[in-house]
């Protein structure tokens, strides 16, 4: 090993009751990629160590679980904790187990409460990590929480951060984590009332929408396919935070209502249930006085 | 006797244990465990229909695409529209199905299976002028190895040329299944949980420059498929031949077949499809799928036993969390009451057993070169055999597809949601067969039901005591380190599980977390 003068910035990555849409999401990010994320110094000098990735790393077993008891020892303050998923609580967690310890399985949430509490800081990414998302949807089977919930019930108070989405996009968390490792923690005011990067989340949908003209001007469309504004179909850009309209998806191919479909306000807390039924129109007293 | 633990295995999509227990470095019985748990099928009572197609999509962030297309297939047939589907609409879903399988094929084999044969630290030699190989020279010398290190360490067979090329590989395989998820968002939206496959047809008519920019897309695809991704599996073959012989499973194989050529035949099993469905056993002798003979067995799951032998389409679930000899949370699906493995290789040995033209020259050259009769299939690197060339069969289709694309015909066709009705949607996943129930009341879901790839594998012993196809593949192997058993993670791994669709049915209540226990 040579002497380097590179930074290494610890990454543990979670993930509990969930899909690890997200993590493929960010295997989607292009400038930079994944691969620069995972191999290069991402900032000149700093080196995002991905230690633990349940969908990525090599090892499995005992070997990966002693990563994280490591982590939890030895660094702590000193590493970024990413939480993709929702944390079932039901039944002390018994709904997602990771891992085990001296034969006794180790629930999701023990990982969350003792890596969340030893962390520099902490991302929960998606709309599951950061808001309970499709497995907190009613009737909730596993009593599913976000992050913010377990942190605020057992008095954790490490920094956090909320990237929603389903999934989210991966410049909304590549951008966050080279803002991190640029200038650090964002300030209070750098977020929004759900602990949203306001770059990010700080417009509705509906403002930057392009078919928004249509909008305005009473153009509807009367079934899916057709062009026009969404909204009689159920499109939720009205009352969802996010900037898909103007940074578009997958190398800026196209976004949702660019496509065609109705917004399903995956961003927003409480999706699923209070975005839907995803096909039936929001009543007009739900949408905000935009631009005003 | 030993036992050796694996919790968590990684590089699967969810969250997997695998017990084995060793008797003189051999397995003597194996026990596959799902260990999260989310209800989605709970979730999805009472809701409008038509969110079964956005929610289920969130089972797996993996192959969404294919739970959008078994959903709006059970909800077309729901819907009374099954035979009604516009041919424009019927060759985007396909299109878009198929560049999911593209992603998750690469995906598979670079990013989810490759580092239990590719040693990335071998880099440390490399000498080369590629950029990116140089990348990965410097990020070993810097030291910090994660996610790369720790791993099982021992059999990495391959030469340090291979190994560099193949680390090269992996790299720009991240770059061709990211361009594959680019070509599905063209008509998709977005992807992971593309916008576009709805019941009726799809949202996005087909334009000049739309069809232009995913046959680009495409034909770069089918290059890397054609110029890396199957030479790959080929060196990984001839490096660890041994493998041809591992992992066997079950014999027995089953295909619901996939990408519709026929758009006005109701019954999928008719339907006339790129991917045929049919079994087809070790003799190579083909039946064809009768949907009825499904069912679900409970003896060894956490279910009331009262539950058991059910066609999903009256599908219960009823835990039973202290249930004397359950030990797993996934039902046993049975087809006629025998253990069947589904996934690419059920659909490439079905279509060699009935004489595919393309599908027989593919796999009889990869036989040949390999001296292996058909028997070799079944194995370890049968399957990842049989994932790259289906990878070829349904990117090669693809491209043929597009241009039957007939802009300014419709996309899509209007319904009415009736107050009562039922639904089945069956079609190949990436990953295997794929069902999906509904039953519709007051307009809503009164039940949804699917049975999805992981659930076939990875099963647990049915009501007269088989084990599930995993655990069949596990039992009898040899394992050399049991500090290091390379061969039940590669065993495991060439199923390509995905647990988060394995498990998402269940509704457990109260188990204590020191009951989680197999033995």
Redesign the interface.
């Given at each position: 090993m040579r002497e380097s003068k590179t930074q290494e910035y610890p990454v543990i990555w979670l993930q509990g009751a969930g899909c690890s849409g997200c993590a493929v999401s960010l295997l989607n990010a292009v400038s930079p990629s994944v691969r620069n994320v995972l191999v290069d110094e991402v900032i000149p000098g700093k080196h995002v160590n991905l230690r633990f990735h349940p969908t990525v790393m090599a090892g499995a077993g005992d070997p990966v679980i002693e990563v994280l008891e490591e982590a939890e020892q030895n660094l702590k303050g000193g590493y970024l904790l990413v939480v993709e998923g929702s944390v079932p609580t039901a039944e002390d967690g018994v709904y997602c187990v990771i891992g085990e310890n001296d034969e006794e399985p180790i629930s999701m949430l023990s990982h969350v409460e003792s890596l969340g509490r030893e962390a520099m800081a902490v991302i929960a990414l998606g709309t599951c990590a950061a808001f309970g998302g499709v497995p907190a949807g009613k009737p909730n089977p596993t009593q599913c929480q976000s992050v913010q919930e377990v942190f605020s019930s057992r008095s954790i108070t490490t920094p956090l951060i909320n990237i929603p989405g389903c999934p989210p996009h991966p410049d909304w968390f590549v951008g966050t984590v080279a803002s991190i490792l640029l200038v650090g923690l964002p300030s209070p005011d750098e977020l929004d009332v759900h602990l949203r990067p306001k770059l990010f989340f700080g417009d509705l949908i509906h403002e930057n929408c392009p078919r928004r003209a249509y909008f305005d001007e009473g153009k509807f469309a009367k079934k899916l396919s057709d062009p026009y504004c969404l909204y009689e179909l159920g499109c939720k850009g009205p009352v969802t935070h996010a900037d898909c309209p103007t940074r578009l998806w997958n190398n800026g191919v196209n976004w949702c209502v660019g496509n065609g479909s109705p917004c399903i306000g995956c961003c927003e807390p409480g999706f699923p249930d209070v975005v839907s039924p995803f096909y039936e129109k929001i009543t007009d007293e739900a949408i905000p006085n935009i631009g005003a | 006797m030993g036992k050796i633990?694996?919790?968590?295995?990684?590089?699967?999509?969810?969250?997997l244990?695998i017990e084995a227990v060793v008797d003189d470095g051999q397995v003597k019985e194996a026990y596959s465990s799902g260990?999260?748990?989310?209800?989605?099928e709970?979730?999805l009572r009472?809701?409008?229909p038509?969110?079964a197609q956005?929610?289920t999509q969130?089972?797996?962030?993996?192959c969404?695409a294919i739970h959008a297309t078994a959903a709006t297939l059970n909800l077309d047939s729901a819907f009374g529209i099954a035979d009604k589907i516009p041919d424009n609409g019927r060759i985007i879903r396909n299109l878009i199905l198929g560049s999911n399988f593209i992603q998750s094929h690469v995906?598979h084999f670079y990013?989810?299976a490759a580092?239990d044969y590719v040693d990335?630290t071998k880099v440390a030699h490399y000498e080369g002028n590629d950029p990116?190989l140089n990348?990965?020279k410097?990020?070993i010398?810097?030291?910090?190895l994660?996610?790369?290190?720790?791993?099982?360490e021992g059999d990495y067979r391959l030469p340090d040329e291979i190994d560099q090329l193949a680390t090269a590989h992996y790299?720009e395989a991240?770059?061709a299944?990211?361009k594959a998820?680019?070509m599905?968002?063209?008509?998709?939206?977005?992807?992971?949980?593309d916008?576009?496959i709805?019941p009726?047809?799809?949202?996005?008519?087909p334009t000049i420059d739309k069809i232009a920019?995913f046959l680009w897309r495409l034909n770069e695809l089918r290059d890397f498929i054609d110029r890396v991704y199957i030479p790959d599996v080929l060196a990984v073959a001839e490096n660890y031949p041994d493998y041809f012989e591992i992992g066997t499973g079950c014999g027995n194989l089953l295909a619901y077949g996939a990408f519709d050529l026929d758009g006005h035949e109701p019954d999928l099993l008719k339907r006339d499809r790129l991917l045929k469905s049919g079994t087809v056993s070790t003799d190579l002798k083909l039946g064809e799928v009768n949907a009825a003979k499904i069912a679900e067995e409970v003896k060894h799951s956490w279910y009331a036993d009262v539950s058991t032998g059910r066609h999903p389409s009256q599908g219960m679930t009823e835990p039973q969390p202290d249930k004397e000899g359950a030990y797993s949370w996934l039902k046993s699906p049975r087809y006629g009451g025998q253990v069947y493995e589904v996934g690419p290789l059920a659909r490439m040995v079905v279509a060699y057993a009935q004489g595919s033209p393309t599908v027989k020259e593919m796999v009889g050259s990869t036989l040949a070169r390999f001296k292996a009769s058909p028997a070799a299939l079944f194995s370890v690197l049968g399957r990842h055999a049989a994932r790259a060339l289906e990878c070829k069969v349904v990117a090669d289709a693809m491209a043929d597809w597009l241009l039957e694309l007939k802009p300014g015909e419709?996309?899509?066709t209007?319904y009415t949601i009736p107050q009562e009705s039922t639904g089945m949607g069956l079609v190949g996943g990436p990953r295997g067969a794929l069902g999906h129930w509904v039953e519709v009341r007051d307009h809503k879901i009164a039940n949804y039901q699917c049975v999805v790839p992981t659930t076939w594998n990875a099963s647990p012993r049915d009501d007269k005591g088989q084990p599930g196809p995993i655990e069949q593949a596990l039992t009898g192997t040899r394992v050399k380190d049991e500090d290091n058993p390379f061969e039940i993670?590669r065993i495991v791994r060439s199923f390509d599980p995905c647990l988060?669709c394995a498990v998402h049915l269940v509704?457990?209540?109260?188990?204590?977390?020191?009951k989680?226990?197999v033995l």
């Amino acid at each position: 090993m040579r002497e380097s003068k590179t930074q290494e910035y610890p990454v543990i990555w979670l993930q509990g009751a969930g899909c690890s849409g997200c993590a493929v999401s960010l295997l989607n990010a292009v400038s930079p990629s994944v691969r620069n994320v995972l191999v290069d110094e991402v900032i000149p000098g700093k080196h995002v160590n991905l230690r633990f990735h349940p969908t990525v790393m090599a090892g499995a077993g005992d070997p990966v679980i002693e990563v994280l008891e490591e982590a939890e020892q030895n660094l702590k303050g000193g590493y970024l904790l990413v939480v993709e998923g929702s944390v079932p609580t039901a039944e002390d967690g018994v709904y997602c187990v990771i891992g085990e310890n001296d034969e006794e399985p180790i629930s999701m949430l023990s990982h969350v409460e003792s890596l969340g509490r030893e962390a520099m800081a902490v991302i929960a990414l998606g709309t599951c990590a950061a808001f309970g998302g499709v497995p907190a949807g009613k009737p909730n089977p596993t009593q599913c929480q976000s992050v913010q919930e377990v942190f605020s019930s057992r008095s954790i108070t490490t920094p956090l951060i909320n990237i929603p989405g389903c999934p989210p996009h991966p410049d909304w968390f590549v951008g966050t984590v080279a803002s991190i490792l640029l200038v650090g923690l964002p300030s209070p005011d750098e977020l929004d009332v759900h602990l949203r990067p306001k770059l990010f989340f700080g417009d509705l949908i509906h403002e930057n929408c392009p078919r928004r003209a249509y909008f305005d001007e009473g153009k509807f469309a009367k079934k899916l396919s057709d062009p026009y504004c969404l909204y009689e179909l159920g499109c939720k850009g009205p009352v969802t935070h996010a900037d898909c309209p103007t940074r578009l998806w997958n190398n800026g191919v196209n976004w949702c209502v660019g496509n065609g479909s109705p917004c399903i306000g995956c961003c927003e807390p409480g999706f699923p249930d209070v975005v839907s039924p995803f096909y039936e129109k929001i009543t007009d007293e739900a949408i905000p006085n935009i631009g005003a | 006797m030993g036992k050796i633990v694996i919790d968590p295995i990684t590089r699967i999509e969810g969250h997997l244990k695998i017990e084995a227990v060793v008797d003189d470095g051999q397995v003597k019985e194996a026990y596959s465990s799902g260990t999260l748990f989310r209800g989605l099928e709970i979730i999805l009572r009472g809701r409008d229909p038509r969110d079964a197609q956005r929610i289920t999509q969130r089972i797996c962030g993996v192959c969404p695409a294919i739970h959008a297309t078994a959903a709006t297939l059970n909800l077309d047939s729901a819907f009374g529209i099954a035979d009604k589907i516009p041919d424009n609409g019927r060759i985007i879903r396909n299109l878009i199905l198929g560049s999911n399988f593209i992603q998750s094929h690469v995906l598979h084999f670079y990013h989810l299976a490759a580092l239990d044969y590719v040693d990335v630290t071998k880099v440390a030699h490399y000498e080369g002028n590629d950029p990116a190989l140089n990348a990965v020279k410097d990020f070993i010398e810097r030291g910090a190895l994660g996610p790369f290190v720790p791993r099982y360490e021992g059999d990495y067979r391959l030469p340090d040329e291979i190994d560099q090329l193949a680390t090269a590989h992996y790299l720009e395989a991240l770059a061709a299944r990211r361009k594959a998820h680019e070509m599905l968002a063209i008509f998709g939206g977005k992807m992971p949980h593309d916008m576009g496959i709805v019941p009726g047809g799809v949202t996005q008519p087909p334009t000049i420059d739309k069809i232009a920019a995913f046959l680009w897309r495409l034909n770069e695809l089918r290059d890397f498929i054609d110029r890396v991704y199957i030479p790959d599996v080929l060196a990984v073959a001839e490096n660890y031949p041994d493998y041809f012989e591992i992992g066997t499973g079950c014999g027995n194989l089953l295909a619901y077949g996939a990408f519709d050529l026929d758009g006005h035949e109701p019954d999928l099993l008719k339907r006339d499809r790129l991917l045929k469905s049919g079994t087809v056993s070790t003799d190579l002798k083909l039946g064809e799928v009768n949907a009825a003979k499904i069912a679900e067995e409970v003896k060894h799951s956490w279910y009331a036993d009262v539950s058991t032998g059910r066609h999903p389409s009256q599908g219960m679930t009823e835990p039973q969390p202290d249930k004397e000899g359950a030990y797993s949370w996934l039902k046993s699906p049975r087809y006629g009451g025998q253990v069947y493995e589904v996934g690419p290789l059920a659909r490439m040995v079905v279509a060699y057993a009935q004489g595919s033209p393309t599908v027989k020259e593919m796999v009889g050259s990869t036989l040949a070169r390999f001296k292996a009769s058909p028997a070799a299939l079944f194995s370890v690197l049968g399957r990842h055999a049989a994932r790259a060339l289906e990878c070829k069969v349904v990117a090669d289709a693809m491209a043929d597809w597009l241009l039957e694309l007939k802009p300014g015909e419709p996309v899509y066709t209007e319904y009415t949601i009736p107050q009562e009705s039922t639904g089945m949607g069956l079609v190949g996943g990436p990953r295997g067969a794929l069902g999906h129930w509904v039953e519709v009341r007051d307009h809503k879901i009164a039940n949804y039901q699917c049975v999805v790839p992981t659930t076939w594998n990875a099963s647990p012993r049915d009501d007269k005591g088989q084990p599930g196809p995993i655990e069949q593949a596990l039992t009898g192997t040899r394992v050399k380190d049991e500090d290091n058993p390379f061969e039940i993670v590669r065993i495991v791994r060439s199923f390509d599980p995905c647990l988060a669709c394995a498990v998402h049915l269940v509704t457990p209540k109260g188990r204590s977390l020191g009951k989680f226990r197999v033995l």
